[in-house]
Structures are given as C-alpha cells and as structure tokens.
C-alpha cells in the first residue's frame, strides 16, 4: 500500500534525533517544543502550509521567541484542547496554553462569547474547492458528473468530527449538482456504498485514501491540493468541479480569522500584528489562499 512520506513542517528545524514510526508514533499536526517554545498557536488545518512558511518567517524575525509550537487539527481538537489546557496524544500529555488562535470566524465567536477571546480579525479565505485525483487518472474522471458513475468511490471529510470542512464541501457540490441538473445520490449525508468518510484529519486523511486507492478521488479545497500535487507531484493532480475552475459561482469558501487569547503575552500581538501584514499575504496567496485584504463575500 502507498504511505505518504510527509516532510517536516515546523517553524524551527528539529536538531534532536529523530525516530518514528508510522503505526505507533508519527505525528503530524503537532509541531515545535513546547517547554522551549515562548509562542503557543492553535489552528485550525486546512491552511497549515502555509501557517508554516509564515510562523518560519516570524521566528526568523524573532529569534529570543526560540521556538513556536502550534497545532494544525480541526477546530474540535483545539478548542477542546484550549478548554482543559492540554492535548492527548495517545500515551502523551502535552500541557500548553496558546496565545493565539485562528480558525473560522464561527469557532472564534464562540471563544469571544465564552471569555477566552476578545476579538479576532480576518486572516485569509480559500479559493474554493476541486477534486483530488491519482496521478494517472485511471477512472478517467473529468467533472463532478463523474462523480454519480457506479465506479467511481468519493473521500469526504467526516461530517461529525469536522463539520466545517464537510458542510463547505457538501454544500459546494449541492448547488453545482442543482445548477447542472445531476443526481448526486449521497448529498443527504447518510452513510453511503461509494463514500469513504474521514476520521479526523482530513488534510492528511484525504490525499492518504487517494494514494492507497481506497478513493478515486476526493474534495478537497483547492490550496490543499495546490499543496499535495506539489509535494508529491508523481502522485497526485487535481481537477477543477466544473469547466469554471475553482472560482464557480456555486463553490462555498472556507474562511479563517486570527486572534489573541486573553491579553496574548509578549509575543501574541506581536504575531497578530505580523500575521495580518504584506508578508503574510504574499506567503498565503504562493499557497493558492486568498489573504483577508483581497477577500471578496
């Protein structure tokens, strides 16, 4: 079976010695050293690619931070871990507090209203959503018409355990399917013979099912495919839903915002601040996402 081989994604090179392994201790979505790190983020993961790259670029600005630990899981996992000033992770207790927290601006109203944050602002926007597909395209798959053959099996994100990301998805293809007329027989959200449903993790889950062929495709938005076809370009490509590309009329768009958690320490406005600056922008936009200053509704 075809496993992923991911690269490093931290803000600071690790120089510890390195081990692991892939049934047991690999971990993806957690990064950096918390006892060395004076910067805590939580994040939502769509965008990790590029959180990355800018959390990179502000370390190297601010090297006294020393180090940056973030996470990149669905917004459930964060919060959760906000709310009880930790993560599980397996056998390991990770205790951290984060300064600062994005995710989209639903979640974050929730954490004003709960007292944990005062505000939040616009980060970046995706630029829609498109269809993740093996490199050869052995099903030949050309469209979201495609997507009502008998042959043709789907990776959605779990509609439980990462509502946001499937309510964008589903939603896209419901009113792309109502505007050109198609059956989609699994829009009602029941369990379905040709959809694999995500666990948790879809931006790791997706291109994995895909990879393995336990999917023939999957919907995925369009800067988390930008990113899979670029680190694994023998692998993968990615196909627009429609002849309009991922800028159709009928595509949702997922939306992040950024905010201080409390006062946000020494370092989170600074981030804050920085995170809503040119820099940030061009790196989001290299990314395929759509930085806050350019968003359109």
């Not at 917004?75 to 009880?84: G, K, Q």
């Not at 030949?140 to 998805?169: C, H, Q």
């Not at 990113?227 to 692998?235: A, G, V």
Request: glycine share 8%; with cysteine.
């Amino acid at each position: 079976m075809t496993r992923l081989d991911w690269p490093g994604e931290r803000a600071q090179p690790a120089t510890q010695a390195f081990f692991q392994q892939r049934d047991s201790n690999i971990c993806l979505d957690l990064h950096g050293d918390p006892r060395l790190a004076r910067l805590a983020v939580f994040s939502d993961g769509n965008h990790h690619m590029a959180l990355e790259q800018a959390l990179q670029a502000f370390l190297s600005d601010h090297p006294q931070v020393v180090d940056i630990f973030y996470a990149t899981t669905p917004p459930r996992v964060v919060v959760e871990a906000l709310a009880t000033g930790g993560i599980v992770l397996g056998n390991l207790t990770i205790s951290v507090k984060p300064q600062v927290f994005i995710s989209p601006p639903k979640v974050l109203d929730a954490l004003v209203a709960g007292g944990a944050m005062n505000a939040h602002f616009p980060l970046a926007g995706s630029r829609g959503n498109v269809l993740l597909l093996p490199k050869a395209n052995p099903k030949g798959i050309k469209g979201i018409a495609d997507l009502a053959r008998d042959d043709i099996s789907l990776f959605l994100s779990n509609p439980k355990t990462e509502t946001v990301s499937y309510t964008t998805y589903i939603n896209t293809l419901r009113a792309i399917a109502a505007r050109l007329d198609l059956a989609l027989d699994f829009l009602d959200g029941r369990p379905h013979p040709r959809v694999l449903y995500g666990e948790s993790i879809h931006h790791r889950e997706a291109p994995q099912a895909v990879a393995a062929g336990d999917a023939d495709a999957a919907v995925v938005f369009h800067h988390l495919a930008l990113r899979y076809t670029r680190i694994f370009p023998e692998i993968f490509t990615m196909l627009p839903l429609t002849a309009e590309g991922e800028h159709d009329t009928g595509q949702e768009r997922s939306r992040v915002h950024v905010g201080l958690v409390g006062d946000g320490g020494e370092w989170g406005p600074r981030l804050v601040d920085f995170l809503r600056g040119p820099r940030v922008a061009d790196i989001y936009r290299h990314h395929g996402l759509v930085p806050a200053a350019s968003q359109v509704t």
